[in-house]
């Protein structure tokens, strides 16, 4: 089993620190510019900000159940560091995927914890449906998320492919 260097941890260390800085710098610069539920128009049917506050999970739902959101966050934050130092050098979307998700973990749970709501302002509408308010830690989750499926997929496609090459 190899070891992961301390260069590999500092570097994807520092991603996850980036998306933490980024996340919780935009939440406090929309806070301190906006009013809750104020909206500002940035693209025109397409694109506001949106100030809210969700005291829940994705989409807002299940409001109201603080603890078990940031302990959920805890222990998929585990999960993720353990998953890391788990991952092989050529796995290179998981780690990246696992740095985001992680970070967008920790911008979030800081709210949780902190504020009791989550700070959410980046507001979408697409092709007229009005996609759920977010914030930068959700970006980070999301793609995250999307690289390490994209690993996994990858990773799957060479097996299936080995297999398929070798005579019956």
Do not use: C
């Not at 590999?8 to 620190?17: L, N």
């Not at 510019?33 to 994705?58: C, V």
């Not at 979408?124 to 690289?147: E, H, K, Q, S």
């Amino acid at each position: 089993m190899q070891t992961i260097t301390k260069k590999t941890v500092i570097g994807y260390g520092v991603i996850a620190a980036l998306v933490v800085v980024f996340d919780l710098l935009s939440k406090a610069m929309v806070v301190s510019h906006m009013h809750l539920y104020q909206s500002i128009t940035l693209i025109p049917h397409f694109f506001l900000l949106t100030y809210i506050q969700n005291r829940g999970a994705a989409w807002g739902i299940m409001q109201g159940r603080l603890g078990l959101f940031s302990l959920i966050g805890i222990v998929a934050g585990i999960a993720m560091v353990y998953y890391f130092f788990k991952s092989q050098k050529g796995q290179v979307l998981l780690r990246l995927g696992l740095a985001l998700a992680f970070g967008g973990m920790l911008g979030n749970l800081y709210d949780r914890l902190i504020l009791g709501y989550v700070r959410d302002f980046l507001n979408f509408y697409i092709f007229g449906y009005d996609f759920p308010v977010f914030n930068v830690a959700d970006m980070g989750v999301t793609i995250g998320m999307a690289l390490i499926i994209l690993q996994f997929v990858i990773e799957e496609y060479k097996v299936w492919t080995l297999k398929k090459s070798m005579p019956k």
